[in-house]
């Protein structure tokens, strides 16, 4: 099957652990890898578990707290250092730039390469990316500094050929590329086979959606319709649910909330705070709510196989 | 016997590997702790090498290639989520500031505690730190930015009493504490025996030299006089003795160079380059020349015991 692979670099929220790296999510869509926050530590973890470094050329930033983006300045110079050519597109506050400054000009002529800025919006939700494997969507989410989570679609890919009636039809060979990418068949007599009739899809374009750092936004669940995989904070039990408020961090219970009136596929939590040594209690009270639930740990990778389309 | 005890926490040069990390030490100075350099993932090594956090008061920065300092703000933040009080006095480049200022910025009112920069002299030597335990002594070295490395003496500790003298002289209980710190015995009828002839030290006070990024530099034999321990980088082996020329490193042999002629006790090499592996080459090299000499490795512990005394 084609890509659209999910691996989790770090599952910590501001405090990293012995065991829990800061937040960085890699996503492999049919090999090009999007790589979302970069907390400090993420080019170690990205050697370790084999992302594929030169195929990275779109990094997304949610926000400007340190356990999001410290590890960037670090991935910007080894990219200089492997003499990386390819632009690269890095998706963030408008500030982030300004505060790299004066660590990028230390480069001077070395950075062999061009970064491309693109500021996020933070009042609306934004189509902040549209190319051939994936359309990529900012939306507002409710932290102490502007944050956005991303949800990531993927673009339709090559159908799935029906062999019995492409037989029936005797289509030729030098059409198959065309039907594949969804063209009708027009025999020599001119007569028209709909491409419907030639082809099935195995599974519906997948999604995948990273949401944090937030409080729980109930409104969100209308955009994570479809959404196979919901990659959602989770920094609190409910009994912390008052310092979860106060501080624009979810619960697991909140989490679970979310994807349950999303009715998304699957639900990961993570960000989870330094004082859950086990994080059990967390898992268990998101399962409660919602049954398909995962806990993310560093290493793991989730292969996202989509939804099948009722044809 | 009292700590002199240094903590490997980073061995690789400009490009971390999947068993390197970027550059950092960690010397315990009778539980004090000095951090010197904080490449990326530095806070995460101090947790995983039990290196106490809360006892680091003094962090210094040979130079600002970002393999030395790109862990900082990291480490600078943690300090703050922790809350912590002390001071934190750092020794660097006067530019570092205003590198890191867009991020401490960021804190606002919410770093806990005192940065005090203490900017490094790179035209001569200097004695940057002398407090109870320790005197730390800069010395410049010669990279392609400014660079300097540090020498670390443990100032004189109380002294161990030998008690077959203190029940020749009959000295009271009460006086005890002040023979350690070096006073002579006065008795009833003033007769004053020196200190010499009722302590012993164990051994003379202890050395640890730091030197990395650095070319070859005989001349600096003469300031590794009397050092117990002198880590040197050794990027290459002798084979790429002109890339480490030109690129203002060091191969192992340069290394070993050094602490022969300048009859330290014990070497240890470090700042590899990720071309090797396997690092037996550089280890062989350096063992030919200075046979007591490590390889550096993540987590090693050098405890230094210090000369003893010829009485």
Known sequence: MIPFELTILGTSSALPTLKRYPTAHALNVRERFFLIDCGEGTQIQIRKYGVKLSRIDHIFISHLHGDHYFGLIGLLSTFALLGRKNDLHIFSHSQLPEILKPQLDFFND?????????????????????????????????????????????????????????????????????????????????????????????????????????????????????????????????????????????????????????????????????????????????????????IAEEGMVISIEGRKEIL
Not at 207 to 218: I, K, L, N
Request: negative net charge; proline residues 5%.
């Open 110 to 294: 070395d950075l062999s390469y061009k970064i491309i800025w693109h500021p996020l919006n933070f009042k609306k939700n934004d189509i902040i990316l549209d190319n051939e494997v994936v359309t990529v969507m900012s939306f507002p989410v409710k932290h102490r500094v502007p944050c956005c989570g991303f949800i990531f679609s993927e673009k339709p890919g090559l159908l799935n050929l029906q062999k019995d009636k492409i037989e029936e039809y005797k289509v030729p060979v030098s059409w198959l590329q065309y039907i594949k990418k969804g063209e009708d068949y027009v025999d020599e007599n001119g007569l028209v086979v709909p491409n419907s009739a030639l082809t099935c899809q195995k599974h519906l374009p997948r999604r995948y959606a990273f949401c944090t750092d937030t409080s729980y936004v109930p409104e969100l669940s209308e955009i994570f319709e479809n959404v196979d995989v919901l990659y959602h904070e989770a920094t609190y039990d409910s009994r912390y649910e008052k310092r979860a408020n106060e501080t624009f961090h979810s619960t697991a219970a909140q989490a679970a909330n979310m994807a349950n009136s999303s009715r998304v596929g699957q639900l990961i939590i993570g960000h989870f705070s330094a004082r859950y040594k086990d994080v059990t209690v967390l898992h268990d009270e998101a399962k409660s709510i919602f049954p398909n639930t995962l």
